[in-house]
C-alpha cells in the first residue's frame, strides 16, 4: 500500500490513529481530580509532541542511518523559523508559504553547512556543526539584529502589512490556514473529562504523518540502504569504488529540511520567534529524543520526542503544594518523608529524573524505548507458546486432538 510492506503500513497506522486520537489519550483523568495535572491533551503541548517528533524523524535520517552525529541541527530549526516568520510579515499570513519558505531555507543553509562538515567524520564532524550552530546563534543574537530582531526575535506586529493580505490599519496579523485561524479550538465535556480539538494541532498532525511516511520510503529505499552501508563500513564501500559523499550530503539536507519544516510549524504555531531556538541546548535535546526512543528505528524518534516535551511540561509542573496534595492521607511523618524523598525528582529538578532514566535506557535498552516495547513483546509471545504447548500436551495425555 503506497509502496508500503505490511510492517510499515501497520507503523504509519498506528502513528495515525495516536495522532488523531490524542485528545482522548492524553486526557486519561477527569478535570479536578488529583491526577488531572498528568493530563497532556492541550493544544499547545500536542503542538509540541507531533512539532519534534518532526524534528527528531529528521534528525534520526542522518545519525540513525548513517552514524553521523551532529550537535548543530538547532540551526536550521531557527533559520526555517526565520524565513517563515519573514514570509508571513511579507508575503502572506496563510501558513503554507511560510512552512515551505522555511523548509526551502534550511535546505540552502544545510547544503552550505554540510559541503563543508562532511568533509570530516566522527567527532570532527559533530564539532563543525555544533561551531556552525553556536556562530549562528551568535549572528541571529547580535550581528544580524535587523533581520532577526535580535534578543526580543521576531513577531508579526500592527505595522505589518503582508502583500496578500487584507488588514486594516493598525490591525495585528494572525496566522491561518486559508483564512482558519491555527489558534482556534472547540472543546467536547463528556462527564468530568474535558476534550480540546485545536485546528493547529491538526495541520502540524496531518504534516507529521506525511513526514513520518517519507522517512519510512527513504529507510527502505535504495539511498536509504546506500546510507545503512555508509554507518557499517564507510571504509569497506569506498574500495569498492562508491563515492559516499554524495549520499552524506543529500540525506545531511534531507534531515535539515526536516528540521527547518519542524521551525516553520512552530512559527504558524506560535508567530514569534527568537535565537534561543539554535543554542546548542536544543541541538543536544533532538540528539536525546533520538537516542531515547531508538536510533536507527522509525518510530522511535517520534516516542522519545513526546516522552522528552511530556516530562519537560508535566512533570516539571509538579511542585510541593501538589506533592502534599497527593500525600495528604498518610500521617505527618511518612508524609513529610515521601515529599522530601520525591521533590528532587520533580519540578525544577525533572532533569535530574530525565537524567537517570536516559542513563538506564542507555544501559539496560540500548534500542531505546522500541527495544523495550520488543521484549516486553517477547515476553507476552513465550508465554503465548507456553500455554499452547501445555495445552497440546494436555491434550495428547487424554488422547484427543488439540484445537
Do not use: C
Not at 541541527?73 to 519558505?101: C, D, E, Q, R, T
Not at 510549524?265 to 533520538?290: N, Y
Request: proline fraction near 4%; charge should be neutral; hydrophobic fraction near 50%.
Amino acid at each position: 500500500m503506497f509502496g508500503l510492506n505490511k510492517r510499515d503500513t501497520g507503523l504509519i497506522a498506528i502513528v495515525t490513529v495516536l495522532v488523531i486520537l490524542a485528545p482522548f489519550i492524553l486526557n486519561p483523568f477527569p478535570e479536578g481530580s488529583a491526577m488531572a495535572q498528568f493530563n497532556a491533551g492541550y493544544p499547545d503541548l500536542m503542538q509540541r509532541f507531533v512539532i519534534f517528533g518532526i524534528f527528531a524523524i529528521g534528525f534520526n535520517l542522518l545519525f540513525g542511518l548513517t552514524g553521523y552525529l551532529s550537535f548543530g541541527h538547532a540551526a536550521f530549526l531557527g533559520v526555517g523559523s526565520y524565513g517563515a516568520i519573514w514570509m508571513l510579515k511579507l508575503f502572506s499570513l496563510n501558513v503554507i508559504p511560510s512552512i515551505i519558505m522555511g523548509v526551502i531555507v534550511a535546505g540552502i543553509f544545510a547544503l552550505a553547512v554540510g559541503f563543508v562538515s562532511l568533509r570530516r567524520s566522527g567527532i570532527y564532524f559533530s564539532i563543525l556543526t555544533l561551531a556552525f550552530a553556536q556562530m549562528s546563534y551568535a549572528l541571529a543574537y547580535s550581528v544580524l539584529t535587523p533581520i532577526t530582531g535580535g534578543e526580543t526575535g521576531l513577531q508579526i506586529k500592527s505595522t505589518d502589512s503582508p502583500l496578500l493580505s487584507n488588514l486594516e490599519p493598525g490591525e495585528i496579523g494572525r496566522a491561518s490556514l486559508f483564512g482558519l485561524d491555527m489558534r482556534s479550538s472547540f472543546e467536547i465535556e463528556m462527564g468530568d473529562w474535558l476534550f480540546t480539538f485545536n485546528t493547529g494541532y491538526y495541520l502540524a498532525g496531518i504534516v507529521m504523518i506525511l513526514a513520518f511516511y517519507l522517512a519510512i520510503r527513504i529507510t527502505r529505499s535504495p539511498f536509504g540502504m546506500m546510507l545503512r552501508a555508509i554507518k557499517s563500513n564507510q571504509q569497506r564501500l569506498n574500495y569498492t569504488g562508491l563515492n559516499a559523499r554524495p549520499y552524506t550530503l543529500a540525506v545531511f539536507v534531507i534531515s535539515g529540511m526536516y528540521a527547518g519544516l519542524a521551525g516553520g510549524l512552530m512559527v504558524a504555531m506560535d508567530t514569534q520567534v527568537g535565537p534561543e531556538r539554535m543554542f546548542w541546548t536544543a541541538s543536544g535535546e533532538v540528539v536525546l529524543m533520538t537516542i531515547l526512543g531508538g536510533a536507527g528505528t522509525l518510530i522511535g524518534p517520534v516516542l522519545g520526542a513526546g516522552f522528552i516535551k511530556y516530562m519537560e511540561n508535566i512533570i516539571s509542573k509538579i511542585n510541593k503544594g501538589i506533592l502534599e496534595q497527593w500525600f495528604a492521607f498518610m500521617p505527618d511523618g511518612i508524609e513529610d518523608l515521601l515529599i522530601t524523598l520525591v521533590y528532587p525528582f520533580v519540578g525544577k529538578g525533572w532533569h535530574l529524573t530525565l537524567g537517570l532514566m536516559f542513563m538506564a535506557v542507555v544501559i539496560f535498552l540500548p534500542g531505546g524505548l522500541v527495544e523495550g516495547g520488543q521484549r516486553i513483546g517477547r515476553v507476552f509471545r513465550r508465554r503465548d507458546r507456553k500455554s499452547e504447548h501445555a495445552e497440546a500436551d494436555a491434550a495428547k495425555q487424554r488422547n484427543t486432538p488439540a484445537e
